[in-house]
T-cell receptor, first 113, second 112 residues
Framework: DAGVIQSPRHEVTEMGQEVTLRCKPI?????LFWYRQTMMRGLELLIY????????DSGMPEDRFSAKMPNASFSTLKIQPSEPRDSAVYFC???????????FGPGTRLTVL | SQQGEEDPQALSIQEGENATMNCSYK?????LQWYRQNSGRGLVHLIL?????REKHSGRLRVTLDTSKKSSSLLITASRAADTASYFC????????????FGTGTSLTVIP
């Protein structure tokens, strides 16, 4: 298995632009998580899906952030409009709902100028 | 932190020495995990210990859990340069199924 796949790996954009991050979970995993990691705040859970349904989005910082999971093999995290304080590494992770271990993707490093 | 903390924040040791990292949490938990993150990479699961276990081993890793003190430790024996990474203590958020709080992490440097 290729593991969790994220794209792009790096994204540099200007303030106000729309940013879309993509994730392909491990095949067969039915839980998917989006995290944000910064030096100041560490690793924060933004939203998680179970069987493609958003279960808890209380970690989404603002309405500028939205996430979708149209099918079991694909999820997006969108920021519109982006701001410099959104600069961070965004991780996607997946797991089996019956297990506690999460498998992380390599992350997308986002820089908003 | 309101959730807990890890110490030390950073640790530097010589190859071959043992490294010990500690974690404290504030809620009641039924399991605790440790993850490793190499620079520029995603987190990788190392080991899980359940609340009815006091100690668990995996290769050169030894994890302890003291639920009365709400603390855990990760010991890496005979460290190698490749062990250089950040190590995170992870425990479930209250009243959730598979949502977790990730500690602040310990940055370990093993000097060859």
């Amino acid at each position: 298995d290729a593991g969790v796949i994220q794209s792009p790996r790096h994204e540099v954009t200007e303030m106000g632009q729309e940013v879309t991050l993509r994730c392909k979970p491990i095949s067969g995993h039915n839980s998917l998580f989006w995290y944000r990691q910064t030096m100041m705040r560490g690793l924060e859970l933004l939203i998680y899906f179970n069987n493609n349904v958003p279960i808890d989005d209380s970690g989404m910082p603002e309405d500028r952030f939205s996430a979708k999971m149209p099918n079991a093999s694909f999820s997006t995290l969108k920021i519109q409009p982006s701001e410099p304080r959104d600069s961070a590494v965004y991780f996607c992770a997946s797991s089996l709902a019956t297990q506690l271990e999460q498998f992380f993707g390599p992350g997308t490093r986002l820089t908003v100028l | 932190s309101q959730q807990g903390e890890e110490d030390p924040q950073a640790l530097s040791i010589q190859e071959g020495e043992n490294a010990t990292m500690n974690c404290s949490y504030k809620t009641s938990i039924n399991n605790l995990q440790w993850y490793r993150q190499n620079s520029g990479r995603g987190l990788v699961h190392l080991i899980l210990i359940r609340s009815n276990e006091r100690e668990k081993h995996s290769g050169r890793l030894r994890v302890t859990l003291d639920t009365s003190k709400k603390s855990s430790s990760l010991l890496i024996t005979a460290s190698r340069a490749a062990d250089t990474a950040s190590y995170f203590c992870v425990w479930p958020l209250p009243n959730t199924g598979n949502q977790f709080y990730f500690g602040t992490g310990t940055s370990l440097t093993v000097i060859p």
